[in-house]
T-cell receptor
Framework: DTGVSQDPRHKITKRGQNVTFRCDPI?????LYWYRQTLGQGPEFLTY????????KSRLLSDRFSAERPKGSFSTLEIQRTEQGDSAMYLC??????????????FGEGSRLTVL | QKEVEQNSGPLSVPEGAIASLNCTYS??????FFWYRQYSGKSPELIMS????GDKEDGRFTAQLNKASQYVSLLIRDSQPSDSATYLC???????????FGAGTRLFVKA
């Protein structure tokens, strides 16, 4: 399977704990995105990488959120000191940018976080 | 004003009818537009992209773009119960980096 994979698929944690999600993009894709989605809403942009460089981070993200993409391959999204409001589906997507008007996103299955 | 706006629905159509989904966007300079389909409990999947004014057809799906009106639509002909899903309109903002999604329109196709 050469699609986008995310791990874990489900995470239940207690408020105040740290959680980390991993995303493995499609191997030839150079762009990687993290989104958050809650029930009845569209995906909300969190952050974006081109290769290993994090080019933008949403102003909606607090300092408790951090993302990395070492060596331009897989990416991790860490949430420190989780709060109940962090409960959501965290979606990773990748795309291949080679110039021009492109940008189709390919999503993983998501990591569902429940904070008790 | 939200960057991408959609009617949340639900939109209910009978099997075999045409479903029409609409979207408006706020940034006039945006150039890339997409429709994603999301089944309940699943992640979004791309069904159409459109970059130029006019219509683009792919099977039962037609995307329409009017940049002057900042309006994108998706028509689904011969709607099937399997088309029942949430349809997300997405726009790449100027700069070409960030894709912003609307809240989605829920479509129900009644057999």
């Amino acid at each position: 399977d050469t699609g986008v994979s995310q791990d874990p698929r489900h995470k239940i944690t207690k408020r105040g704990q740290n959680v980390t999600f991993r995303c493995d993009p499609i191997s030839e894709h150079n762009r990687l995105y993290w989104y958050r989605q809650t029930l009845g809403q569209g995906p909300e942009f969190l952050t974006y990488f081109q290769n290993e460089a994090q080019l933008e981070k949403s102003r909606l993200l607090s300092d408790r959120f951090s993302a990395e993409r070492p060596k331009g391959s897989f990416s991790t999204l860490e949430i420190q000191r989780t709060e109940q409001g962090d409960s959501a589906m965290y979606l990773c997507a990748s795309s291949l940018f080679s110039g021009g008007l492109t940008g189709e996103l390919f999503f993983g299955e998501g990591s569902r976080l429940t904070v008790l | 004003q939200k960057e991408v706006e959609q009617n949340s629905g639900p939109l209910s159509v009978p099997e075999g009818a045409i479903a029409s989904l609409n979207c408006t966007y706020s940034d006039r300079v945006s150039q890339s537009f997409f429709w994603y389909r999301q089944y309940s409990g699943k992640s979004p999947e791309l069904i159409m992209s459109i970059y130029s004014n006019g219509d683009k057809e792919d099977g039962r799906f037609t995307a329409q773009l009017n940049k002057a009106s900042q309006y994108v639509s998706l028509l689904i002909r011969d709607s099937q119960p399997s088309d029942s899903a949430t349809y997300l309109c997405a726009v790449i903002l100027p700069g070409g980096f960030k894709t912003i999604f609307g809240a989605g329109t829920r479509l129900f196709v009644k057999a």
